[in-house]
């Protein structure tokens, strides 16, 4: 009976020691590195940290391309305009992703009247075709083709870059505009968005008049860049550049084209930049210190990251 007993001790003693297992105590109060269900995480780390921040366009990269608008001042009762509209398009042609035009009208069925008056008076329009470069003063056409090279070949890179989302259903826009930055950027910045569309013919078969011996025009002559909607104020809406996330999001929902007048959504571009409009200390402003500092430009249905 004794050795019974003492095998019965022995084999109880061993099943001990052959099935013991740390468990995680069922209190997690009392050890400050429970984790439910087991387990063991560092001291001071978040078991459930905040998820992490994504934007369809990329994270904001460190470095951004400097592009730049050209606004051009151009009618069709105005006989040099169209040498001027081929400058804009031979700057585009070689600068094919840097360049970004604008053709504001005057006088004509594609004039929008109220930008139009305030843009000749905020860049000092003297004379047909006028145009500015990255918000200068305007100027005569001669002058376009040296500021943009001026202004693509900067001492410093740009502060601040642009990138967009676009969604077009049946003439109905939703736009997200992205501008990103890596550190605040101050002063009197402004958003500015606008729509364009290209290849808009005349208003009337050989409305557009033409002085000019090198460009020719007829009566298959197309319009483009022509600016078609502005969805923020003529001067652009206040914009903070401050956040810690390096990014701004503005966005612009359920915005009407088919009030525009575009005659074909394939041909539309939405164009953003960023501008001061008093004070900036860029060496190269004039025009009382208005600037634009970066631009960027999209179609329809497009992501358009930084670049």
């Given at each position: 009976?004794?050795?019974?007993?003492?095998?019965?001790?022995?084999?109880?003693?061993?099943?001990?020691?052959g099935?013991?297992?740390?468990?995680?105590?069922?209190?997690?109060?009392?050890?400050?590195?429970?984790?439910?269900g087991?387990?063991?995480?560092?001291?001071?780390?978040?078991?459930?940290?905040?998820?992490?921040?994504?934007?369809?366009?990329?994270?904001?990269?460190?470095?951004?391309?400097?592009?730049?608008?050209?606004?051009?001042?151009?009618?069709?009762?105005?006989?040099?305009?169209?040498?001027?509209a081929?400058?804009?398009?031979?700057?585009?042609?070689?600068?094919?992703?840097?360049?970004?035009?604008?053709?504001?009208?005057?006088?004509?069925?594609?004039?929008?009247?109220?930008?139009?008056?305030?843009?000749?008076?905020?860049?000092?329009?003297?004379?047909?075709?006028?145009?500015?470069?990255?918000?200068?003063?305007?100027?005569?056409?001669?002058?376009?083709?040296?500021?943009?090279?001026?202004?693509?070949?900067?001492?410093?890179?740009?502060?601040?870059?642009?990138?967009?989302?676009?969604?077009?259903?049946?003439?109905?826009?939703?736009?997200?505009?992205?501008?990103?930055?890596?550190?605040?950027?101050?002063?009197?910045?402004?958003?500015?968005?606008?729509?364009?569309?290209?290849?808009?013919?005349?208003?009337?078969?050989?409305?557009?008049?033409?002085?000019?011996?090198?460009?020719?025009?007829?009566?298959?002559?197309?319009?483009?860049?022509?600016?078609?909607?502005?969805?923020?104020a003529?001067?652009?809406?206040?914009?903070?550049?401050?956040?810690?996330?390096?990014?701004?999001?503005?966005?612009?929902?359920?915005?009407?084209?088919?009030?525009?007048?575009?005659?074909?959504?394939?041909?539309v571009?939405?164009?953003a930049?960023?501008?001061v409009?008093?004070?900036?200390?860029?060496?190269?402003a004039?025009?009382?210190?208005?600037?634009?500092?970066?631009?960027?430009?999209?179609?329809?249905?497009?992501?358009?990251?930084?670049?």
């Amino acid at each position: 009976m004794k050795q019974v007993l003492s095998l019965f001790l022995v084999a109880t003693i061993v099943l001990s020691f052959g099935s013991c297992t740390k468990e995680a105590p069922s209190q997690g109060g009392q050890n400050p590195f429970y984790v439910p269900g087991g387990g063991t995480i560092d001291p001071g780390t978040d078991p459930e940290p905040d998820p992490i921040v994504t934007i369809p366009v990329g994270e904001v990269p460190l470095t951004f391309t400097q592009k730049v608008v050209l606004e051009e001042n151009t009618g069709e009762w105005c006989g040099w305009c169209p040498e001027g509209a081929k400058i804009m398009d031979d700057a585009i042609a070689a600068n094919p992703n840097t360049v970004i035009g604008v053709a504001v009208h005057d006088g004509d069925p594609m004039e929008i009247v109220n930008y139009n008056t305030w843009h000749k008076a905020f860049t000092g329009v003297g004379g047909f075709p006028n145009g500015n470069v990255s918000r200068r003063s305007a100027a005569g056409r001669g002058s376009w083709m040296a500021s943009i090279t001026a202004d693509l070949s900067p001492a410093t890179a740009p502060e601040l870059g642009l990138a967009m989302v676009t969604s077009e259903t049946g003439g109905t826009l939703d736009l997200d505009v992205y501008v990103g930055y890596n550190a605040p950027v101050t002063g009197d910045t402004k958003l500015s968005v606008v729509i364009t569309e290209d290849q808009v013919p005349q208003s009337s078969p050989g409305a557009q008049s033409n002085y000019s011996t090198s460009v020719t025009v007829d009566n298959s002559w197309v319009h483009g860049h022509v600016l078609r909607g502005v969805l923020t104020a003529n001067e652009g809406n206040d914009i903070d550049l401050s956040s810690a996330e390096k990014y701004t999001k503005v966005s612009f929902n359920g915005v009407d084209l088919n009030a525009m007048g575009i005659l074909d959504m394939t041909k539309v571009h939405v164009v953003a930049y960023v501008n001061v409009n008093s004070g900036s200390t860029n060496p190269a402003a004039d025009n009382g210190g208005k600037w634009i500092i970066n631009a960027q430009q999209a179609k329809l249905n497009e992501e358009k990251t930084w670049d």
